[in-house]
T-cell receptor, first 112, second 115 residues
Framework: GNSVTQMEGPVTLSEEAFLTINCTYT??????LFWYVQYPGEGLQLLLK?????DKGSNKGFEATYRKETTSFHLEKGSVQVSDSAVYFC???????????FGQGTELSVKP | DAGVIQSPRHEVTEMGQEVTLRCKPI?????LFWYRQTMMRGLELLIY????????DSGMPEDRFSAKMPNASFSTLKIQPSEPRDSAVYFC?????????????FGPGTRLTVL
């Protein structure tokens, strides 16, 4: 079945460091892929998305490229800030059943 | 526009009591989702509705859990009787029509503690 696997956290970085959070997926066909972010004490919110192979989603300095050949959608940011501290969820939507499949989440902590 | 509204934000109850969580989706959204989040199990989809009709309730853990959506602007998740293992944060989310349910808008959650 469809599934999403993320790198385990927590990830701790210093401010201005480069960030990569790995995400791989298993699905038939061509799912849409997403990154959601959950700040402390809040619900999840959409960060970026890509709907077809080789698409790049971007928002707030974050980027992720839909790689069909490696079934991956890694999240990157060139210079993280303390305010980026949150839990990041990778997810896929496949047109079967109408629901999102979420990864387990990766906690990011950025220290000043 | 107001976002997804959930109430209460915090609920503390004793084992065996009935608990009702409430959700008001964003106006015009026709999909509504209920999730549960715990440290051990992560984020789990419990049930979702389309146009007030339950589509998939396979994530509902057992018969103690029930969900209703009597109209387009209101949904409830009820646990009766509650147990300590039900302690979690419960999120409601809604999504726009015609977007294949991808962009879901989450509420702030209800933190439930069952003693």
């Amino acid at each position: 079945g469809n599934s999403v696997t993320q790198m385990e956290g927590p990830v701790t970085l210093s401010e201005e460091a480069f960030l990569t959070i790995n995400c791989t997926y298993t699905a038939t066909g061509y799912p849409s892929l997403f990154w959601y972010v959950q700040y402390p004490g809040e619900g999840l919110q959409l960060l970026l998305k890509a709907t077809k192979a080789d698409d790049k989603g971007s928002n707030k300095g974050f980027e992720a490229t839909y790689r069909k050949e490696t079934t991956s959608f890694h999240l990157e940011k060139g210079s993280v800030q303390v305010s980026d501290s949150a839990v990041y969820f990778c997810a896929l939507y496949h047109n079967q059943g109408g629901k999102l499949i979420f990864g387990q989440g990766t906690e990011l902590s950025v220290k000043p | 526009d107001a976002g997804v509204i959930q109430s209460p934000r915090h609920e503390v109850t004793e084992m065996g009591q009935e608990v009702t969580l409430r959700c008001k989706p964003i106006s015009g959204h026709d999909y509504l989702f209920w999730y549960r989040q715990t440290m051990m199990r992560g984020l789990e989809l419990l049930i979702y509705f389309n146009n007030n009709v339950p589509i998939d309730d396979s994530g509902m853990p057992e018969d103690r859990f029930s969900a209703k959506m009597p109209n387009a602007s209101f949904s409830t998740l009820k646990i009766q009787p509650s147990e300590p293992r039900d302690s979690a944060v419960y999120f409601c989310a809604s999504s726009l029509p015609g977007t294949r349910t991808d962009t879901q808008y989450f509420g702030p959650g209800t933190r439930l503690t069952v003693l």
